[in-house]
């Protein structure tokens, strides 16, 4: 999936997301199993692209197996876990709560924060907080 999205062929890997379920990955060996609405040349272009894009062989072989979730499955149930752990904190729950009807669209995890530590380290080495000049953070 990652390949494809690094090479830019998105019909690749919109049907690996979507049609593809991993049953086996070894050394120049994929083994797969699909979904029925799955093209037909799924496989054998899989199979094509992996070679042209690594330089060496590889078999992709259809599982009777059931295999892996897809991937589109594994991200939704991802998605699900985020909103419901979104609407059990009481932030949110009140907020749900004063405008009826609202309802969590999207979650997002935002970017991390230094962490005290090394903000109380840069304010320290500012002359005990009392020089003229701000102390700077590093990134």
């Known amino acids: 999936m990652a ?20 049953v086996r ?3 120049g060996r994929l083994e797969v199993a699909l979904e029925p609405n799955a093209s037909r040349t799924t496989v054998t272009e899989l ?9 060496r062989r590889w078999t992709v072989v ?14 939704l149930v991802k998605k699900n876990e985020r909103e419901k ?10 907020v749900l709560a004063r405008f009826p009807g ?18 109380s380290a840069a304010a320290m080495n500012d002359d005990e907080f009392g020089g003229d000049d701000a102390a700077e953070l590093d990134d």
């Open 3 to 22: 390949l494809a999205g690094e090479k830019r062929d998105l019909l690749t890997k919109a049907a690996l997301e979507a049609d593809v379920r991993l």
């Open 25 to 27: 990955i070894e050394d």
């Open 47 to 55: 199979s094509r692209k992996l070679e042209l894009w690594t330089g």
């Open 62 to 75: 259809v599982s009777n197996e059931t295999g892996q979730a897809t991937l589109r499955e594994q991200n």
């Open 85 to 94: 752990a979104a609407e059990s904190d009481p932030r949110v729950r009140e």
């Open 102 to 119: 609202t309802r969590i669209v999207e979650v997002r995890r935002l970017a991390a924060e230094p962490p005290e530590s090394d903000i």
